[in-house]
């Protein structure tokens, strides 16, 4: 995965805030994901048809499982608003989280005491999948 270089300038009297400047990278940017983590702007482009497919089939699974109802919930491409900083915020492909952690209509909020963080990295799992050419 690659990430997008944006660099147009911006026109700033005050202070830069990373959430104003990434709602001004999705404004001129549509398709792109934008997040903040660890006080860091990440711009990512969309994914392809291949991710989906993968995302979908992991869904499936979860799904199967009985991960999505009343204790947890299945959840794709939603903000998540994370402990590390005041603007901090991931926009995970898929997520499973707590049924009672969101309101409707309001950005995942993971609790403080996440101490760690478990990813899952569907490119990651495409590439280990494939043969080695040599």
Known sequence: MSAASVEQPMDTDGPLILTAI???????????????IGGHLLVSPTRDARHASVLTELMCLFL???LHGEETEVLQSVAIKLP???EDYCIPDLVVVDADVH???????????V??????????IIRAG????D
Request: no cysteine; hydrophobic share 35%; net charge negative.
């Open 84 to 86: 590390t900083g005041t």
């Open 130 to 133: 494939q043969k080695k050419s």
């Open 64 to 66: 199967a499982a009985g």
């Open 22 to 36: 990434a709602d001004e990278i999705v404004e001129r940017h549509p398709g792109y994901r934008v997040e903040i």
């Open 103 to 113: 309101a409707p209509g309001e950005t995942v909020t993971l609790p403080d005491s």
């Open 115 to 124: 101490g760690a963080e478990v990813a899952l990295d569907v490119e990651q």
